[in-house]
């Protein structure tokens, strides 16, 4: 089974400017253990203005004063065709195992016992990606894509927030860079 995240392109409806609060799951620090609290974002819409990015619906839902603009009519949403390119794999009943391409250096081989998640990874990076969504089909695994949107710049994978996504070179998952000077950040 594959758990799919919806992405939507919001729209203000108001006659003046609102502000649109997001949360996303924060990246954890090296070393870090704890569970990580959600990122809180925002961006300003003008009136008729539509959000440049596409958003996982479930950051915006449940954030602050989301009801509030809802209750006004001020939210229009456009779902937006984007499926996340990055995702984590659980193991259900049988171990499985799979290559991730780095991009510098060899491959590395991930191996999961029953019931175990792997790190979010970018599934265009593994090779075997074709049998793991036949794998998914058939609820011997579940893909649980990650919440990861697009971006403008050519340089990153994705972004979270306003953070551009890119690619670790040693572990093959998502990164922000954050801190003077950039620290890269595991998601």
């Not at 300003?44 to 809802?70: H, K, M, V």
């Amino acid at each position: 089974m594959a758990v799919t995240v919806k992405f939507v392109k919001v729209t203000n409806k108001c006659d003046r400017p609102i502000t649109v609060h997001t949360r996303f799951p924060r990246p954890k620090k090296p070393g870090s253990s704890r569970d990580p609290k959600p990122v809180l974002s925002q961006f300003t819409l003008a009136p008729g203005e539509t959000s440049p990015r596409a958003i996982a619906l479930t950051a915006l839902i449940g954030a602050r004063n989301w009801d509030t603009l809802n209750a006004r009519g001020c939210i229009g949403l456009e779902f937006a065709p984007w499926t996340a390119p990055f995702a984590r794999v659980t193991a259900r009943a049988d171990p499985i195992a799979f290559d991730v391409r780095l991009p510098k250096g060899k491959p590395r081989r991930i191996e999961l016992a029953p019931g175990q998640t792997s790190r979010t990874v970018p599934l265009s990076a593994i090779p075997q990606r074709r049998r793991l969504e036949s794998l998914a089909k058939r609820r011997r695994i579940v893909l649980e894509r990650s919440h990861i949107g697009p971006t403008y710049s050519p340089v990153a994978a994705g972004s979270l927030g306003s953070d551009d996504v890119y690619i670790c070179n040693e572990c093959g998952g998502p990164i922000v860079f954050r801190y003077h000077p950039p620290v890269p950040i595991h998601i």
